[in-house]
Antibody
Framework: EVQLVESGGGLVQPGGSLRLSCAAS????????MHWVRQATGKGLEWVSA???????YYPGSVKGRFTISRENAKNSLYLQMNSLRAGDTAVYYC??????????WGQGTLVTVSS | DIQMTQSPSSLSASVGDRVTITCQAS??????LNWYQQKPGKAPKLLIY???NLETGVPSRFSGSGSGTDFTFTISSLQPEDIATYYC??????????FGQGTKLEIK
């Protein structure tokens, strides 16, 4: 059974840092592109970052230079290092597996709250 | 970036009704369009990929159509468990794979 389990969320002050983790199981992790998608309370879905099987990384302008996605295939793990956090980064963060054409599996999400 | 315009933003319908949601892309995306269902407090779930293909295990009352810039998502007979927010998403070629704004579906 495919499972994605996020962890690492919490309350952080503006300007602070946080590292999210996503533990994958039930599939060959190294064979899939992986993404982070976030959702502010009551809002829509926003793509945050992606990493390919070769380690190539992608970001939208809103987080580029502040967030870093990485993966450790030996540990079946995906990470998101978030620096210089802002109030606007407050959201539930999901890791998602990119299947043939869409995000076919999602984690349950981890809440990040940026507030003083 | 490709923009996705989804409508309506909210919809109220009765059990058994046919429900239709539309999604328009800002440029031709062929059939690179997915539909997701998100229930409150849960992660999104992929329902339809490549505009019209039903994900395994998804009830046949859900369907999708369209290509190019205009797409439609339909529930043929609304059931109480279909109450959720629905999102379209394009995945044409380059990132970002943008989402529509979502359609919140409620029971009348």
């Amino acid at each position: 059974e495919v499972q994605l389990v996020e962890s690492g969320g919490g309350l952080v002050q503006p300007g602070g840092s946080l590292r999210l983790s996503c533990a994958a199981s039930g599939f060959t992790f190294s064979s899939y592109d992986m993404h982070w998608v976030r959702q502010a309370t009551g809002k829509g879905l926003e793509w945050v970052s992606a990493i390919g099987t070769a380690g190539d990384t992608y970001y939208p302008g809103s987080v580029k230079g502040r967030f870093t996605i990485s993966r450790e295939n030996a540990k079946n793990s995906l990470y998101l290092q978030m620096n210089s956090l802002r109030a606007g980064d407050t959201a539930v963060y999901y890791c998602a597996r990119q299947g043939y054409s869409g995000y076919d599996y999602w984690g349950q999400g981890t809440l990040v709250t940026v507030s003083s | 970036d490709i923009q996705m315009t989804q409508s309506p933003s909210s919809l109220s319908a009765s059990v058994g009704d046919r429900v239709t949601i539309t999604c328009q892309a800002s440029q031709d995306i062929s059939n690179y369009l997915n539909w997701y269902q998100q229930k409150p407090g849960k992660a999104p779930k992929l329902l339809i990929y490549d505009a019209s293909n039903l994900e395994t295990g998804v009830p046949s009352r859900f369907s999708g159509s369209g290509s190019g810039t205009d797409f439609t998502f339909t529930i043929s007979s609304l059931q109480p468990e279909d109450i959720a927010t629905y999102y379209c998403q394009q995945y044409d070629n380059l990132l970002p794979y943008t989402f529509g704004q979502g359609t919140k579906l409620e029971i009348k």
